[in-house]
């Protein structure tokens, strides 16, 4: 079927709307793009924390802006049924990322800026399960960096590594330092205690400096039994050479769950930059033994007058010293993988 002639006033017309689409995307994009920006930035300010909520359809907008973009954005992957499995520590990472970006917004807070260099977002399984298939996210916890330049949301973008939080808020700073070259600034936590709660307490100290003066000066306290001061000292013992002060710090889990296999508890988490609670413990545990023989040994076996005794005892005491010795050497070499070999003299 062949065309039918054009008129001359249909050729005018085509031209002329030819002419306004060719020009249309280079005056509507950066409106757009502004637009986009401006919303991003409105929903920033509602939020307490800076964290805005993600969802398919504003994932989608933002993807449309041209790259490079003019900001990067952090995402935090989250799913709401899991909050109740404590190896994975979803609320404390979500508290942290929460923190990261008040801290950042509070440090690199500018009137005259009109938006954001970084946007922090949380985004929640169940509501937008096509953007986690877009990002082939199939375990959490799960942390990405979407840099100004990435258009393929896999390969483009930047998975923050356990390792990046497990320190976490300072860990994640470091790392968006690290990827993007932006100050997060320091970590502005809230206080542990409120003022009200340490008057409260200041007041019951106050209050009761009168009777235990009384109690010191008639000897009748739980400060003056021997077996006391044993266990705390075993206890402070423990508590130092455990790594327990890192754990409470650092928030860090006793186990999380292997990636390669969700079904399975990793207790041992091999690589120097990251110490779960359970090795802590169990190297603890090891250094406890190892004390209390050494103790043993000074102040009880050197009492028994039997020889023989004391030998068989010391016999066992330096087989369990050194096995103890043994695992806690094989254990760091595994984790951080520095070998530590035992040096014999050359005429042995």
């Known amino acids: 079927m062949s065309l039918s002639p054009i008129s001359t006033t249909t050729a005018a017309a085509t031209a002329v709307v030819f002419l306004i689409f060719t020009l249309l995307p280079h005056h509507v994009t950066p409106l757009h793009s502004d637009s986009i920006i401006s919303d991003l930035s409105a929903l920033q300010s509602e939020s307490p924390t800076g964290v805005i909520h ?27 049924q899991l909050h109740s499995k404590p190896e994975l520590s979803l609320p404390t990472l979500k508290s942290e990322f929460s923190l990261v970006s008040s801290s950042f917004h ?23 399960q096509s953007s986690f298939a877009l990002f082939g996210v199939n375990s959490l916890p799960h942390i990405r960096l979407i840099p100004p330049s990435a258009t393929d949301l896999k390969s483009d973008s930047i998975q923050m590594d356990a390792s990046d939080y497990s320190s976490l808020a300072e860990s994640m700073s470091e790392f968006i330092e690290s990827r993007t070259k932006l ?34 000066i008639s000897g009748n306290t739980i400060f003056h039994d021997k077996f006391i001061w044993m266990a705390g000292s075993i206890f402070v013992y423990f508590f130092s050479v455990s790594g327990a002060m890192f754990n409470i710090i650092r928030k860090m889990p006793m186990f999380m769950v292997d990636r390669q296999d969700p079904g399975k508890m990793v207790y041992f988490y091999q690589g120097s930059g990251m110490q779960l609670g359970a090795e802590g413990f169990a190297i603890g545990f090891l250094y406890t033994i190892l004390g209390l023989l050494l ?53 042995w």
């Open 295 to 347: 103790a043993f040994t000074t102040h009880v076996l050197v009492r028994v007058k039997n020889r023989t005794v004391q030998r068989l005892v010391m016999i066992v005491v330096l087989f369990v010293s050194f096995w103890a010795v043994k695992k806690v050497v094989s254990l760091d070499n595994w984790k951080t993988g520095y070998g530590i070999h035992g040096y014999w003299p050359s005429s």
């Open 54 to 80: 993600l969802t398919d359809a504003l994932l989608r907008r933002i993807l449309s802006l041209p790259t490079p973009r003019p900001f990067h954005f952090l995402i935090f992957f989250d799913a709401k």
């Open 106 to 128: 509070s440090n690199n807070y500018n009137p005259n800026q009109q938006q954001s260099a970084l946007f922090f977002f949380e985004i929640e399984f169940q509501e937008s």
């Open 183 to 216: 100050s997060v600034g320091p970590i502005a936590r809230p206080p542990l205690i409120s003022k009200k709660l340490m008057v409260f307490i200041g007041a019951v100290i106050v209050i009761m400096i009168p009777f235990i003066v009384k109690r010191l």
